[in-house]
């Protein structure tokens, strides 16, 4: 980046702030550029919009506010109009499509759509609404009810066993808990790499997720991550490999006569499952790392903040250590 004062060099900055969002505050990483001949400072657009999402995301995760994806999911499960569910649930006839495009509720609105969250809770608005919906309209919604009610369930159950019982957070990088797309993140690596070993996957899961949380202020796969004494690693791992269908392990030897677990799948990666800034991140990692072993992308990630700071203590790592890796 060069200056636009003098078209000089300029320094990345990153410090502890905080900021003051609907009467409340919150502490951010604060990203800018210093010039090096003017010391003065300045940000682009995108550390901006990742400055902002910081904050945005505090005030979601306080108040237990859905975040945009999860506002337009809920809609798509019963295959209705944005105005249809702001008529149902008592909004301005806008006010969902807002919702959906980043406006942040109020937190009455908020808990409304996080309660809906649950085909049950949803179905209570659906029949208190009743008199709004034709016959046909008032069927189908209830029909995608039970439907999307039995269908979740199960997709519950395997989300839970891989993600806990942690919601979206700052141990997260805020990102939405998908088993889809987590899913299709390691069919990216795994079609790259022609199958990648447990160790390494373990440190493209960190960067990837470390690195879209720095570039667009959330992570993507929505693992939480801990340092171990061999790097930072998802906290338990061994059930994201295991619990992911169509993804399998086999036990491989290398010319050191080294034994290690490599993932495989011959299910292609569903590139559509992916925005164009994510896709972005992925591509960025595997270009960072596709020379790298298991040894050498662990031997980086040793150097790697989020894990000198937390190494042996078993925590969860913060993702404002996103600021100051140094791989990548």
Known sequence: MKSPFTGGETILLYETRKAVFRKEEYEYTHLCYQCVDTKETFTTTQMDTVNAAQIYNSYRSAHGIPYPDEIKDIRSHYALSA???SRILGFGDNQYRLYENGEIPNVANGRVLKAIQSPKTFETFVDAAKNILSDEEYAKIKKRIEEYESRSQMDCLISKL???????????GYAKLSVNKLKNVLLFYIEK????????????????DFLAYRENGQAMTGLSFKAIQYGPVPNRWDRVYSLIDDISQIEVGNKDGYIGNKLVSEMPCDISSFTGEQLAILEKVYETFKNDTSASISKKSHDELAWIDNNGTRSLVDFKYAFCMKAI
């Open 83 to 85: 105005l249809k569910m």
């Open 162 to 172: 891989i993600y806990g019982e942690y919601g979206r957070g700052k141990y997260n």
């Open 193 to 208: 790499f022609n199958g990648v070993f447990v160790t390494q996957m373990n440190k493209l899961l960190f960067y990837t």
